[in-house]
Antibody
Framework: EVQLVESGGGLVQSGESLRLSCAASGFTFNKYDMAWVRQAPGKGLEWVSTVSAFGIVTYYADSVTGRFSMSRDDSRNMVFLQMNSLRVEDTAVYFC??????????WGQGAPVTVYS | QSALTQPASVSGSPGQTITISCTGTLSDISGYNSVSWYQHYPGKAPRLIIYDVSLRPSGSSSRFVGSRSGNTASLTISGLQADDEAEYYCSTYTTGRWVFGGGTKVTVL
C-alpha cells in the first residue's frame, strides 16, 4: 500500500523559514517523480514544485521560484520542501503527491502551514 | 500553461447525469493526453478519478467519464449519488508542471 506522510508544518512569522518533509512507502521510490501541491484556505489546488526521479531536475511554480527549494533523499524514501522568505499568502495545507502519467495518483494527508505578519 | 476555467458550481438530483467543463487554451487541453480530474472532500486528500483525459485509475467508479473536445475537457458523472457531493478539479500537465482549474462544487439536491 502506498503511503505518503507529511511533517514539519506549523506557525511562522512572515519572512521566516520552514522545512516540510514527506516520507514515502509502498512503491519503488527512486523511480518516480514527486511533487508538492498546496491549498490555501478557501481556495483551490495549486501545484508548487516537482522533483524528477533521481533528483535530476526540479520545477517550481512562479509564485515560489527563488524562495522554495525541493529535494529528495532516495536512501530514506523522503522528499523535502525548504520554504524561505515565507509570506502570508503561502498559508496553506501542503500535500505531498506522487505523479503517475498526467495525474497525481497518491496524496498525503497534508501539512498545514500558517504564516502571520 | 495558462489558467483553466471551471464553473463554480454544478448541481443535480440523485440518479441524474451532470457534466463539468474545463476550458483552457487549445495547446493546454489538446496537447498530448495531459488532462486529469480530482474529487476533493473538505479536510481530506484529493483523489485522482481520471487521468490522461479519459482513463480511470484502479478504484475509480465507471460513473466518472472524462473526455475532450478542442480546448475544453469535460468530466461527466452519471447516476449521481449523495457521496458525489464534493469539489472537483481539472488539471493539465506538461513536463514536470501542473496547472489546476479553480474547482467546481457539485451539489446533490
Amino acid at each position: 500500500e502506498v503511503q505518503l506522510v507529511e511533517s514539519g508544518g506549523g506557525l511562522v512569522q512572515s519572512g521566516e523559514s520552514l522545512r516540510l518533509s514527506c516520507a514515502a512507502s509502498g512503491f519503488t521510490f527512486n523511480k518516480y517523480d514527486m511533487a508538492w501541491v498546496r491549498q490555501a484556505p478557501g481556495k483551490g489546488l495549486e501545484w508548487v514544485s516537482t522533483v524528477s526521479a533521481f533528483g535530476i531536475v526540479t520545477y517550481y511554480a512562479d509564485s515560489v521560484t527563488g524562495r522554495f527549494s525541493m529535494s529528495r533523499d532516495d536512501s530514506r524514501n523522503m522528499v523535502f520542501l525548504q520554504m524561505n522568505s515565507l509570506r502570508v499568502e503561502d498559508t496553506a495545507v501542503y500535500f505531498c503527491a506522487n505523479p503517475y502519467s498526467s495525474g497525481f495518483a497518491y496524496w498525503g494527508q497534508g501539512a498545514p502551514v500558517t504564516v502571520y505578519s | 500553461q495558462s489558467a483553466l476555467t471551471q464553473p463554480a458550481s454544478v448541481s443535480g438530483s440523485p440518479g441524474q447525469t451532470i457534466t463539468i467543463s474545463c476550458t483552457g487554451t487549445l495547446s493546454d487541453i489538446s496537447g498530448y493526453n495531459s488532462v486529469s480530474w480530482y474529487q476533493h472532500y473538505p479536510g481530506k486528500a484529493p483523489r485522482l478519478i481520471i487521468y490522461d483525459v479519459s482513463l480511470r485509475p484502479s478504484g475509480s467508479s465507471s460513473r466518472f467519464v472524462g473526455s475532450r473536445s478542442g480546448n475544453t475537457a469535460s468530466l461527466t458523472i452519471s447516476g449521481l449519488q449523495a457521496d458525489d457531493e464534493a469539489e472537483y478539479y481539472c488539471s493539465t500537465y506538461t513536463t514536470g508542471r501542473w496547472v489546476f482549474g479553480g474547482g467546481t462544487k457539485v451539489t446533490v439536491l
